[in-house]
């Protein structure tokens, strides 16, 4: 089979790609080529046994989706996207490609007549308070930022094209991934990651909200295994709703605090430094704090059950099972 | 103050002229200038104390909307559309009117820079089957056709740039408008209009559904009052959740042929030939039946409270009070 993925320079695009090379297939069915995007051209893997062909665009640009479904790929995985922060600080730009993007991707797949499965990274974002104690899959779209404004735009579009049949379409709504690995970025999520990795890497984190801030997390890996599973869902089964809210570890920062010192003990703890900040306190605010992803969880979708297992995720994939004690 | 009406020779455009040329004014403030784009030049109406520009052109071609804003109208409504069958039928004229046409008059608006008063003619088209007894306000966007689609991003799309500070948006969810004047039309919904129209002109009428089919109703003159008072409306009483719910009678068929036996006698109803047809029956069965409209009544929208009402205002707008016994 043949797969698409868009953005795939980003952080779940190198993970989906590292999977995919170590898998070999989804599913039953082998890959034999895989097609990377993004706006600057993504490495190509090692050691892979199947074709990889590289190609920096911009989505957003007329011809370069044309382009990119031209030998139709089986899988579509459209991952790119401006970040929340950018896009709303940036609304051109957040338009341009977290809505164009993603509709010229999915206008050139209805020209091209040949109704792949597509799955869209979408994001909790697409929800806006005020929110009930757990909100539901069929909670209503108010989205409170650009960028889930374009999110929510990308699932109506995703809906109505696999209603038509031009395609075959899932939407994830995907919580925070965390532990994000790398270098800690300016996101005001970034923290609920950083009070985590530094201290793990013998480094000081800074935690600017309260110790009660409660957030809804999964790992990368997890991450990457909504992807697949949803490579591989029946779209009979599915139905006419195509986007779900994924599962995740609805925890304190408390919470996370503990799981970390029962790992990696007090001296890795005391490295994460209390620093309230009202601006980052009132944004996280007015997150999602937790989910009813009953439907995603009945079709198959499967993500860590505590924050305990989202550290040790970490420590194996990204620090080969070493604490900076 | 200057008034531009995008879709201003459609029906409820029509209205909305008449309207406002009777009245000379929105609330306290005069209408100085009025002007009426629509794809076929709309006609000047007659009478008029103010100055009137026609314009025919395309909102989806670019430049057709920063020519309608270059004089920077205080309120814009914008009724301009595509129906429903229309949409459905022919994909990328209901994309392109629907969908690109509205996003690119809130552009227009926005590179203009002077926060208007934006009305938009939203649908309960934006709600899909299943649904709960009443659909709340706040029920989750699941449209079941392009046009619905196309609607929905519409709403999100007024919400984000009313967010921002680019526009004053509110969105109007209107029920079907009942008895519509004019001629039969092929709409899956004609008849529910066409069962009160021709029997009252002397005509027979065509009654595909069971009677015990319920729907929700406003009549035209409903339909006009809710387009002025959200011009009216003070956006901060409205918050961040810009897109209501009209009210409207909510009433079975046989309900409405009842309100007409009571208003217009046993002759005229027995001009309602009952001519079962699966494939309507079906259509309108997947359609919403009541709303919870709340929120948009606290607001100080009004409808009629019966159906009967509904009929009388038919009689007086468009009969002249003459029924054809």
């Known amino acids: 089979m043949h797969v698409l993925i868009t953005g795939a320079a980003g952080m779940i695009g190198r993970k989906l790609i590292e999977r995919l090379v170590r898998d070999g297939r989804i599913g ?46 089986d899988v579509i995985f459209h991952l790119a996207a401006v970040v929340s922060g950018e896009a709303e600080a940036d609304f051109e730009k957040g338009y341009r490609v977290n809505l ?25 974002a697409v929800f806006g308070a005020p929110f009930p104690e757990a909100i539901p899959d069929d909670f209503h779209l108010t989205p409170l930022t650009s960028y889930g404004t374009a999110k929510a735009i990308g699932e109506l579009l ?6 038509r049949g031009f395609l075959d379409g899932i939407g994830l709504r995907f919580p925070t991934v ?49 992807l697949v599973h949803a490579a591989l869902l029946d779209g009979a089964a599915v139905g006419p709703r195509r986007n779900l809210t994924m599962p995740g570890v609805s925890v304190t920062v408390a919470g996370q605090i503990e799981a970390l010192r029962k790992i990696a003990g007090d001296r890795v703890v005391s490295r994460i430094k209390r620093k309230p900040d009202a601006i980052v306190a009132r944004i996280v605010g007015s997150w999602p704090e937790r989910f009813d992803t009953r439907r995603a969880r009945e079709l198959g979708f499967v993500a860590e059950t505590d924050f305990a297992e989202i550290i040790r995720i970490h420590i194996e994939d990204e620090l080969q099972g070493k604490i900076a004690n």
Chains 1, 2 share one sequence.
């Open 100 to 124: 164009d993007g993603t509709r010229l991707l999915l206008e050139a797949v209805r020209m091209r007549k040949y109704n792949p499965r597509v799955i869209y990274a979408s994001s909790a």
């Open 178 to 226: 965390c532990v994000r690995p790398g270098k800690p970025n300016k996101a005001a999520s970034g923290f609920f990651s950083g009070i985590i990795r530094e201290p793990l890497a013998g480094e000081d984190a800074v935690l600017p909200v309260p110790d009660t801030t409660r957030h809804t997390h999964a790992s990368p890996r997890a991450a990457v295994n909504f």
């Open 158 to 163: 995703l809906s109505d094209y696999t209603r």
């Open 28 to 73: 039953e069915r082998a890959v034999a080529q895989l097609t990377l995007q993004d706006i600057v051209e993504p490495s190509k893997p090692a050691g892979v046994r199947f074709a990889v062909t590289t190609r920096a665009g911009d989505l957003s640009v007329p011809g370069e989706a044309a382009a990119l479904v031209a030998d139709a790929p």
